[in-house]
């Protein structure tokens, strides 16, 4: 120990030429024995009588021998010590969390000084394996249980410390109650014995994975979670199945403990499943009683949740406290094997769900069959596959089993840390509790709920029975489960529940009688989401996505409106108020993203709030780009806003003059190559040139406009995609639709880009000289059209010879006209 080797080190000590150097005293031999021996050879060097000087100098080295074999003997104490140690540890010194120390928990904090930690800090300890070594060759546990209380008092009485056999003779008399003398050697032992199934524990990757990974997202049933968890318990193929529980209730089923809990049968009993034997007689006041929902209700609106709020906490939802009461009850059985199947993994990490038969399936997987949770179907022999059994889920409670968690999450931060305790029959531990890996840890990540209670003797009765095991656990600041006790339907049990995927980390394993003690620290998973979260992750995305468009419109846009376009941004998007009402909510434009979190979970919603989104970012890009006087920015994105549609509609505008403010903005929106556009409508002549050029710009470029009106008197809308060659057409028939000199412009904007159309009929319009003129011109860009049908257009002499000068020169062309 540190205390017996600063006793060693000190400076100037002299040691007396003799055997009786305290035992257990480590000797710093290299140095003290090379000064000797330099100082003998000295010695001799100067001295006349060579024999004498020899023979002192022989009897220095043999001392020097004699404290190097004391020094050996030291080594051999100490590694009998430790194994001492551990045998009188598991009998008799209670570990930190062991309540039975007068039935109280060691609360005192390290920083204070007080006698017992003083004297454990002296290592007496040792002074005992030293007396009680046991002889070469023998094992320690054996040797132990072998000694008699007069070797005991001998032994003690060598070293003076014959006071302590009493309470030593009864540790040892303890000792000879333990069925194996390590945890490690008892868990191999419940293994031999059979009739036990070893647990399934995951890795780092579950860890990590979080619980959405396992059984995927919670569902919703007509938008509501509630309905969703009330269909998982009431509407799928396990409802009204009977199912039996590891603690011995039978003949429960999904749908009377959904019933048990929401809308409860008072003073029926017999209606609800019960432990069995005489439990019902024998623990009358443990038995669970039907309670109006409304009870939990109130202590969760009066109680619960104000502490939650002062703790800066979420408040519990109604679907929160439903899970947990629901988890409280045989439901337990369901929800744990739904997330224990997941343990059986393959060699490459996946989860096994083929077996060669029913006999070759794991018990945590075999028991969600028993459990109707769903089934291993036999897939017969097909060519050159054997046969083989596969599952297939019924039901995972996914909505049920993530509000479990989230009202963890919820409550651990109200969880006073005290030690926990959970004990179980017929499992063993796997290997990895016992032996450490690489990096050194011992334990693994459960895959379950793990029940707990904060009363030991509550776990050590459940723990009465084959392959007896108890778990103690260590909270911490961040490490915390939940206590349930005030919503459970067993509320004596004072059960603290631990989310799923948590990391256990092993510190020690002892034996008391037959049962296997485990004390572990454990780590919660910090991927859990409430349900919330877990329910609002569309609308965080949203969110997030809002953020980030208003991070690009402020880098994107120069001068000094960045910041205010940025700003806009998170206004018109629901994600801040607005400045110019003081602080209240915009009514000016319903918020893309202002609704509440369960509506973006519906596809049409969602997909809404993207579209109506990125409306408000080009329109902030549009407003700051035009930079208009007048009212400022946010009057430009007034303006601009509804120009984001899909649908834009523009007959009721006078776009006469070049310079007007509406055809500025027009112009600008149309440059804007708006992505989102699939209709326009507006009046031809009533557009000034800026207008007309820019909207045939939108012609040739547009990959969405489908439908483009032009006001002119009974012509059907023309479809751009097919006019610029996006919609793969090659012969076009326009004949007879009315369309006058503004179509014939949009007609031969589109085919001066158009690469695949090689037929047009126009027959029957009234396009006149002007649309002719633009057709020609546009004859003259494409080289692929090889025919073009222009009778009945009202074509005067000037438009005749415009079509024909502009395909005179192409051989093989036909014109119709």
């Known amino acids: 120990t540190s205390r017996m080797h600063a006793r060693s080190e000190e400076p100037n000590q002299e040691r007396p030429r003799s055997s009786c150097v305290p035992l257990g005293t480590p000797l710093k031999m290299g140095c003290t024995a090379s000064k000797m021996e330099h100082a003998v050879t000295d010695d001799i060097n100067g001295r006349a009588d060579i024999e004498d000087a020899r023979a002192e100098n022989q009897a220095l080295k043999d001392e020097i021998q004699a404290l190097k074999d004391e020094n050996q003997r030291y080594v051999e104490v100490q590694e009998l010590k430790d194994e001492l140690k551990d045998q009188l540890h598991n009998v008799g010194t209670p570990s930190a969390t062991d309540p039975s120390r007068d039935g109280k928990v060691d609360a005192q904090p390290a920083a204070e000084w007080g006698v017992a930690g003083w004297v454990n800090s002296l290592a007496l300890s040792e002074v005992v394996a030293d007396a009680l070594k046991q002889p070469a060759g023998t094992d320690p546990f054996k040797y132990v249980l072998s000694l008699s209380l007069a070797d005991l008092e001998s032994r003690l009485e060598a070293v003076k410390l014959s006071g302590h056999a009493e309470a030593l003779w009864s540790a040892i008399e303890k000792l000879r109650g333990q069925s194996a003398a390590t945890g490690a050697a008892l868990n191999t032992k419940f293994a031999a014995e059979g009739d036990t199934f070893e647990m399934g524990f995951g890795g780092v990757e579950q860890f990590y994975g979080g619980l959405e990974k396992l059984i995927g997202p919670p569902l919703m049933v007509e938008g509501s979670l509630l309905k969703a968890m009330e269909t998982e318990h009431c509407k799928e193929k396990d409802a009204d199945v009977p199912f039996a529980t590891s603690n011995g209730i039978e003949g429960a089923t999904s749908e009377l403990e959904w019933e048990f809990v929401v809308a409860p049968v008072e003073n029926q009993d017999s209606r609800y499943a019960e432990r069995g034997g005489d439990f019902r007689t024998a623990h009358r006041e443990w038995c669970r009683r039907a309670e109006p929902l409304s009870v939990y209700e109130a202590k969760m609106a009066d109680e619960v949740n104000p502490m939650l709020v002062a703790a800066g906490q979420a408040p519990l939802t109604l679907e929160e406290l439903v899970a947990g009461r629901m988890y409280t009850g045989p439901m337990y059985e369901k929800y744990n094997a739904v997330l224990r199947f997941f343990s059986a993994r393959g060699a490459d990490g996946a989860v096994l769900l083929e077996y060669a038969s029913v ?188 953020a980030q468009m208003a991070a690009e419109v402020r880098r994107g846009v120069a001068g000094e409106t960045a910041e205010e376009a940025a700003q806009l941004v998170r206004v018109r998007l629901g994600l801040e108020r607005c400045a110019d009402t003081g602080g209240a909510e915009d009514k000016r434009l319903e918020s893309p993203l202002d609704d509440e979190a369960e509506a973006y979970n519906s596809d049409p919603r969602f997909q809404a709030a993207v579209s109506d989104a990125l409306k408000v970012k080009r329109a902030a890009v549009l407003a700051a780009a035009m930079q208009h006087g007048g009212g400022g920015l946010a009057a430009a994105m007034d303006m601009v806003l509804p120009l984001q549609a899909s649908g834009v509609d523009l007959t009721e505008f006078d776009f006469v003059s070049d310079d007007s403010v509406m055809v500025g903005t027009v112009v600008a929106w149309m440059e804007s190559a708006p992505s989102a556009l699939t209709s326009l409508k507006l009046e031809w002549v009533n557009a000034c040139s800026r207008v007309r050029e820019s909207l045939l710009d939108v012609v040739r470029t547009t990959r969405t406009l489908v439908s483009l009106s032009l006001g002119e008197e009974g012509a059907m809308p023309l479809n751009p995609l097919q006019l610029n060659g996006r919609e793969a057409v090659t012969s076009l028939d326009l004949s007879s639709k009315k369309l006058g000199p503004g179509s014939a412009a949009v007609v031969a904007a589109g085919l001066s880009v158009n690469r695949v159309l090689i037929s047009l009929n126009m027959d029957g319009n009234e396009i006149g000289d002007e649309g002719a003129a633009a057709i020609a011109e546009a004859l003259r860009a494409n080289a692929v059209l090889k025919r073009i049908i222009l009778f009945n257009n009202e074509l005067g002499e000037e438009g005749e010879k415009a079509i024909c000068d502009a395909v005179s020169e192409r051989e093989g062309f036909e014109l119709m006209m």
Request: hydrophobic share 40%; glycine share 10%; proline share 6%.
């Open 359 to 546: 006999d070759e399936v794991p018990f945590l997987q075999k028991k969600c069959g028993w459990l109707h949770l769903g089934e291993w179907a036999e897939s017969p022999a097909g060519k050159g596959e054997p046969a083989v059994v596969r599952w297939a889920w019924h039901n995972q409670y996914p909505t049920t089993i993530h509000a479990i968690n989230s009202i963890i999450v919820k409550l651990s931060p109200l969880t006073r840390i005290t030690p926990l305790y959970r004990g179980w029959t017929g499992a063993t531990l796997p290997e990895a509790f016992f032996k450490p890996d690489a990096l050194g840890f011992r334990g693994g990540v459960e895959y379950g709920f793990s029940s707990t209670t904060t009363d030991r003797a509550q776990a050590v009765h459940y723990a009465e029975g084959k392959a007896s095991t108890v778990l103690e656990l260590v909270m911490g600041m961040i490490d915390r489960g939940a206590d349930i006790s005030w919503l459970s339907q067993y509320p004596h049990e004072a059960e603290t529940l631990l989310p799923p995927l948590m990391g256990l980390q092993v510190r020690s394993t002892s034996v008391e009688g037959s049962t296997l003690v485990v004390q572990s620290s454990f780590s919660i998973n910090m991927a859990s989401l409430t349900l919330e979260q877990v329910a609002g992750k569309r609308k965080k995305l949203l969110t997030d996505m809002g």
